[in-house]
């Protein structure tokens, strides 16, 4: 069973936090909103609460999860080492969607890392996230709140529909404000990696870090660096088509055969686009307001029982990286691209 408490996202009720921090505490698992997106939370020092994670989600065991902690001194007793460049980013970042890779203690289960010889580690900066690891006392372990593959949640109802009756407690605390997951940069090794793009872009990390560089994605399902590199993540059940703004008219004409053919098109536009769209969705042309309304907007079209979502493309400059990434990972195929 599982229950959902409603609480004030900016002053969330102590009494309703001591609740949830004692479902943790008791190796329990419990869904809260970050400012990026809703997170699975189990205490991240308990590894049969872990576990837990990993089955609610359907999740294979090679990804590794993101301890959440309340500042930058948690973060560090989850490191063995603290780079001075962690020191940096954390100082300037945090609270906020930005995780660091640093070398892990080895108290830190092997579930959360997968056995890698580094731990992810956040600091959010949502009130309800934040009371909620403060009131634990412990790190909380949590990936998005939904079965792996799926559309991640920016709403408690997106959880509940991914999540219902698999995980103990609900923390509804309205809709995330970022709306894509933290940008996670690797600080273990020499040089600084960008392993997913995110809520904090490489622009503005880069005055700290220096040049940025990005790992590429990687096939196959081995142990890997970051599974954010998985392909064919953050996907709707709709099918997502992307197309470039120069090519309106053949997406138009895709629309076009679409519904001839008895499909529900739905949108994601720029600009309106004259064409026989059932669920057109009108976009922000900026890249924040965009990405915190993408998830949302995706979970709308596919509770309208959309099959097909014509996508056009956002620019292709660094600020509009993290809304990109995750327009490609969720699309299959391209319109106006042969393909
Ligand atoms: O915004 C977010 O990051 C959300 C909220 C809930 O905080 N969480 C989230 O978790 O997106 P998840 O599990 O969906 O993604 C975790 C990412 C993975 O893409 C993985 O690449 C990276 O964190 N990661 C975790 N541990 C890592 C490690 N030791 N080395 C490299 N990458 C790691
Ligand atoms: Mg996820």
Redesign the pocket.
Known sequence: MTSIIQVDPLHPEPERIARAASVLRAGGLVAFP?E????LGANALDADAVRRIYQAKGRPGY????A?VADEEGARRLASRWPPLAARLAEAFWPG?L?L?VPRRPEVPDVV?AG?D???V?A?SHPVARALITAAGVPVA???ANRFTEL?PTLARHVERSLGGRVDLIVDGGPTTVGI??T?V?VSGDAPLL??P??ISAEELEPLTGPLAAMGPIAGSEAR?????IERHYAPRAELRLFDSDRRGAAADAARVESERGRKVGALLLAPLAAPIRHPILMPTDPAAYARALYASLHLLDEEGCDVVLVERVPGTRRWEGVADRLERGAVRVVGHGG
């Open positions: 970050t990026t997106v809703y997170g990804n590794p999860l993101i959440h969607p995780t890779v890392t890698l580094t731990v992810a956040r959010p949590a990936p998005s991640s997951e933290s996670v690797d392993l997913r995110g809520g660096p970051s599974p954010g590199m």
